[in-house]
């Protein structure tokens, strides 16, 4: 039987809690969140009971999951666009597979770099593009 596929959602704003961690009850067999980073306690709370994160997987800062082992398989980057690429290029090198809300960065310097990182790791790093899921409890 196919697992699905771990989670750890950086940034619990529209696009990180409303799109991609809602991912988990539209399709709970594809996904499920098994780690948060927000600095705002309320969002790690929800998240909590919504998508059943372990309170040792809640996290006030992306830096601080970093810290810790390898969590989840990806690692969804949907904090401020100023941090994308330091908080993706330090998820690749912890062995996460990378999907990160656009824009990576304005800088071209940056995008390079994360390039570069990703092409030597042997995973993914895959821009985002928000997408609403039609959830069949709004029916």
């Known amino acids: ?18 799109i991609y ?3 988990q009850l539209v399709a709970p067999e594809e996904m ?4 948060v980073a927000d600095p705002v306690a309320k969002k790690r709370e929800a998240a909590r009971a919504e998508y059943g994160v ?14 810790q082992p390898k969590l989840a398989d990806v690692l969804v980057i949907a ?3 100023k941090q ?12 996460y597979h990378i999907l990160c ?8 310097e940056e995008c390079l770099l994360l390039q570069k990182t990703a ?7 895959a821009p985002l593009h928000s997408v609403l899921l039609k959830d069949k409890r709004s029916d």
């Not at 499920?32 to 780690?35: E, G, L, M, Q, R």
């Not at 372990?54 to 601080?64: G, I, K, M, Q, Y």
């Open 1 to 18: 039987m196919k697992r699905p596929v771990t989670a750890a959602i950086a940034g619990l704003g529209n696009r990180g809690n409303d």
């Open 21 to 23: 961690a809602h991912y």
């Open 32 to 35: 499920k969140v098994v780690a």
């Open 54 to 67: 372990a309170p040792e997987n809640c996290f006030e800062t992306v830096e601080d999951l970093l810290k």
């Open 79 to 81: 904090t401020q666009d």
């Open 84 to 95: 994308h690429v330091a908080q993706a290029v330090e998820g690749i090198k912890k062995g």
């Open 101 to 108: 809300e656009k824009p990576i960065s304005p800088s071209l």
């Open 119 to 125: 092409h030597g790791s042997g995973g993914t790093c």
